[in-house]
């Protein structure tokens, strides 16, 4: 069975705007939670694109320049540890979509407002109408773009934080639990930008 082609789907059935969305982070144990919400033409398709996780370092960023020269909007939305512990890992996630959308901007900046939107496995509180897609960071074309510029834009991020907290080796396992960064928790504690609620139950490690 052909794999379906969601933008051209929908577009046939009269949406105008659609907007693809996927989140990066979700399970770190440093910083943020971030979502992309991206709107992509439709005559300016790049080939090969898919899960960022499935690209290599050096092809994500070659298509997240890509993606950011094409695009027609693209929104970045965070929710950093702080929220996290407050909230829960999936309504922070689900907050950072939300963001995402209401910086959605064009190269003019000014605000894009999508009338679908397409999104990696979640449903979020907006009226935007909108389709929940299983494994849509593969399937979906939008939703792929967006998975590799959220992934690119976080691991620019993590650099920073690395120079700010050189400690936990950062720039090498972007926040995500490696046996090193668990390590250097257990030996220099945890910072403002660890997630309390991901590693209070350290004893286990």
């Known amino acids: 069975m052909e794999e379906l082609d969601y933008e051209l789907y929908y577009r046939n059935k009269s949406y105008k705007t659609i907007a693809g969305i996927d989140e990066v982070g979700r399970g770190c144990l440093f910083g943020d939670v971030l979502a992309c919400c991206v709107v992509m033409p439709d005559d300016k398709r790049i080939e090969g694109i898919t899960d960022s996780k499935k690209l290599s370092k050096k092809k994500r960023e070659a298509y997240y320049d890509q993606i950011l020269k094409v695009a027609i909007a693209v929104g970045i939305g965070r929710a950093d540890s702080n929220t996290i512990d407050e909230i829960n890992i999936k309504n922070a996630t689900h907050l950072a979509m939300m963001r995402a959308i209401i910086n959605l901007r064009d190269k003019n900046d000014k605000q894009v407002k999508p009338d679908l939107l397409l999104i990696d496995a979640e449903h979020i509180d907006v009226q935007t109408e909108q389709v929940s897609i299983i494994k849509g960071d593969e399937k979906c074309y939008s939703i792929s773009c967006a998975s590799?510029?959220?992934?690119?834009?976080?691991?620019?991020?993590?650099?920073?934080?690395?120079?700010?907290?050189?400690?936990?080796?950062?720039?090498?396992?972007?926040?995500?639990?490696?046996?090193?960064?668990?390590?250097?928790?257990?030996?220099?504690?945890i910072?403002?930008?660890?997630?309390k609620s991901f590693v209070k139950n350290r004893k286990n490690w």
Do not use: F, S
């Open 191 to 195: 910072t403002d930008m660890h997630r």
């Open 148 to 189: 590799i510029v959220a992934k690119v834009y976080r691991d620019k991020l993590c650099q920073t934080w690395a120079e700010e907290y050189p400690n936990y080796q950062i720039e090498k396992n972007m926040g995500y639990g490696t046996k090193a960064h668990r390590d250097a928790i257990k030996k220099h504690g």
